[in-house]
Nanobody
């Protein structure tokens, strides 16, 4: 059974910080990467940060230098440290996991993908946690 449960959301003033956590219950051997996404009202869900099972990370341009994605040593908890928050960061934040190998092919050569900010690359999702940033 696959379970992802987010926590740590809440309300904060602009310039403040929050840390989101996601308890991950999946078979470690089959996990390629995990990520954080967010969805603001009337907007599409967008990728925020991703971390591969090999430790590789990627971030959306809008959060680079402000957000940090990490896991604990056992890779059972996914974190998102968010600093210098702005009202534009207000959204429901979701953690997600990709089980199974992901590959990218170009010119006849395929390589393994270790991070992704694309919604369709993930096959398991948490329920979401609200983050509200006020001025």
């Amino acid at each position: 059974q696959v379970q992802l449960v987010e926590s740590g959301g809440g309300s904060v003033q602009a310039g403040g910080s929050l840390t989101l956590s996601c308890a991950v219950s999946v078979d470690t051997y089959d996990r390629s990467f995990m990520g954080w996404f967010r969805q603001a009202p009337d907007k599409e869900r967008e990728g925020v940060a991703s971390i591969g099972y090999n430790g590789e990370t990627s971030y959306a341009e809008s959060v680079k230098g402000r957000f940090t994605v990490a896991t604990d040593n056992a890779k059972n908890t996914l974190f998102l440290q968010m600093n210098s928050l702005t009202p534009e960061d207000t959204a429901v934040y979701y953690c997600a996991a990709r089980l199974g190998i992901a590959t990218s092919c170009s010119g006849g050569t395929c390589s393994r993908v270790w991070t992704s900010l694309v919604v369709d690359e993930y096959n398991y999702w948490g329920q979401g946690t609200q983050v509200t940033v006020s001025t």
